[in-house]
């Protein structure tokens, strides 16, 4: 179905709005919402319908739905005074009132063929989830081996980064001696999850370990041991904590997979795990190295919705360090993030690109929601979480903002990005005058990695509150040399506080440490 108005096209079908047979960008969720009030434009849409059929009944603040309808209002060249086609009906909700034509697919003139639906690079890695062992000697116990073996195969599947074999192939395992190898080769595999769970009274130990079937060896392994006052929730928390850490573990392996192949032969996911692994390092010449693989990837497979995703939030990781200029990359990094959420709108890292480029725009609202997206398609996904804190710090929410870089941290402890996690949780404490503790962790970030921009600013802003001149004129080197471009101008033009205050103790922090 088509909706006609003015000089504009609304199709539900390609999901494109058009205006004079030109294109108008709208990020996806702004297309739900228009579409869905144009549809339902007989009567009065309240709050309560929107999050209900735009967000799924997740929490919204008011803040972001206004931004939403401004954004379809401005699409539309309407806006919040005029109100020409998107009314607000005070204390009811709002309605679309411009007068529309439907037009249904029969029609429209034959269409040409629709574009073949974006994917990963063949190449890409399976993985197989198999039933964890009940080491208890209880058969009665047999539910909670496979409940963990399940929950970590939704789990991981959420992540879309590799083909996760079903819960029906992988279980007819159980209970059999059979040598991984072997099961890869059936089931079509690269990687196996297996482990064990041993009961006993009101203590669980689980173990767990990722497999590389075609080498034979265990890329990743671990133990927990657990209290099951609540089994659910020491079932959701171990699931959580395998499924985080599973995922950088196979990015590292397919990296090094990748870098064993002949330079000619390298396909559109090789070039994207090369170009993880210089994203993850965090350095000027890594942010340039990834970029350009990315570039490669992209030029292979111009629908590689995650190889644009990366290649947006690679891009706004470079602006928030003074690498690049926010004016020079902003244009490309958006249209790479809408074009990652057309590719694939359920994947948790476009919606994450997406929301760092709305953030480094100065668009919070905007930038929080598409966070929370990714947050609730994975809710594993560590760097969205820590995207999230940051967002949250630079809103004026810290005490959220801590809670969620805590929340990282803990999803994943060996997250080659848990420096920058610890470092938004110092600036948040930062922001709450709570200095001392600002500087601990932002130590404990420079411990984890001993070039990072944003660790050494905590560190010189918070030395510089509490009055430590040589802290201070220690972490300002230090910054210097990571961040060459670092100035006070720089500062109070290119980063993107909702309040003035927040901004002002920042710049009155780096006074007192001795920047100009």
């Not at 929730?233 to 064993?260: G, K, M």
């Not at 990315?294 to 290649?311: F, M, S």
């Amino acid at each position: 179905m088509r909706f006609v108005f003015e000089n504009n096209v609304l199709d539900g079908d390609l999901r494109e709005l058009t205006c004079g047979g030109a294109a108008v960008p709208l990020q996806p969720q702004v297309f739900d919402l228009l579409l869905y009030l144009v549809a339902q434009r007989a009567r009065v849409v309240s709050k309560d319908d929107l999050i209900s059929e735009i967000w799924s009944d997740r929490i919204v603040s008011d803040s972001a739905l206004n931004s939403r309808i401004n954004a379809a209002r401005k699409a539309l060249g309407d806006d919040g005074a005029t109100q020409r086609l998107i009314k607000t009906i005070p204390r009811k909700g709002f309605r679309f009132v411009g007068d529309v034509r439907e037009e249904s697919a029969g029609m429209l003139a034959p269409a040409e063929p629709a574009p073949a639906p974006a994917r990963i690079a063949a190449d890409r890695p399976g993985i197989a989830v198999l039933a964890f062992e009940n080491m208890s000697g209880d058969p009665a116990q047999e539910y909670f081996g496979d409940g963990i073996s399940e929950d970590i195969l939704t789990a991981l599947s959420k992540q879309r980064w590799f083909m996760v074999i079903a819960r029906n192939s992988s279980f007819t395992y159980k209970g059999r001696a059979v040598h991984i190898r072997q099961i890869a080769e059936e089931l079509g595999v690269r990687y196996i999850v297996e482990g064990s769970v041993r009961k006993a009274d009101n203590r669980v130990r689980i173990t767990a370990q990722l497999n590389d079937a075609t080498t034979g060896g265990h890329l990743w392994a671990e133990r927990y041991d657990r209290e099951l006052v609540d089994v659910f929730a020491v079932q959701d928390e171990i699931t959580n904590a395998i499924a985080a850490a599973i995922e950088p573990q196979i990015h590292a392996a397919e990296n090094f997979r990748s870098h064993r192949k002949p330079p000619a032969s390298l396909d559109a996911w090789d070039l994207l795990m090369r170009a993880l692994s210089h994203y993850w390092r965090v350095t000027r010449q890594d942010h340039g190295a990834a970029q350009a693989l990315l570039e490669r990837a992209i030029a292979i497979d111009p629908d590689y919705g995650q190889a644009l995703a990366v290649l947006a939030a690679n891009h706004m990781f470079g602006v928030h360090l003074g690498w690049v200029e926010l004016a020079a990359v902003a244009p490309v990094a958006e249209a790479a993030a809408l074009a990652a959420v057309r590719c694939d709108h359920e994947d948790a890292w476009a919606h994450a690109a997406l929301g760092s480029v709305c953030f480094s725009t100065r668009r919070l609202a905007d930038a929080l929601s598409e966070f929370e997206q990714a947050l609730a398609l994975n809710p594993n996904f560590s760097l969205a979480q820590g995207y999230y804190a940051l967002a949250l710090s630079y809103a004026g929410r810290s005490a959220e903002s801590f809670e969620a870089a805590q929340r990282a941290i803990r999803l994943s402890p060996r997250d080659p990005s848990l420096a920058i996690y610890h470092g938004i949780a110092g600036y948040a404490r930062f922001t709450e005058r709570r200095y001392l503790e600002a500087i601990a962790l932002a130590r404990e970030a420079i411990r984890h990695r001993g070039d990072l921009t944003g660790a050494y600013r905590v560190l010189a802003v918070s030395a510089g509150m509490t009055g430590d001149s040589l802290l201070a004129e220690t972490a300002l080197g230090e910054l210097r040399r990571t961040q060459p471009n670092i100035s006070l101008h720089w500062i109070a033009t290119q980063l993107p506080w909702a309040n003035e205050a927040d901004r002002d103790h920042y710049l009155e922090g780096f006074r007192r440490a001795g920047l100009r």
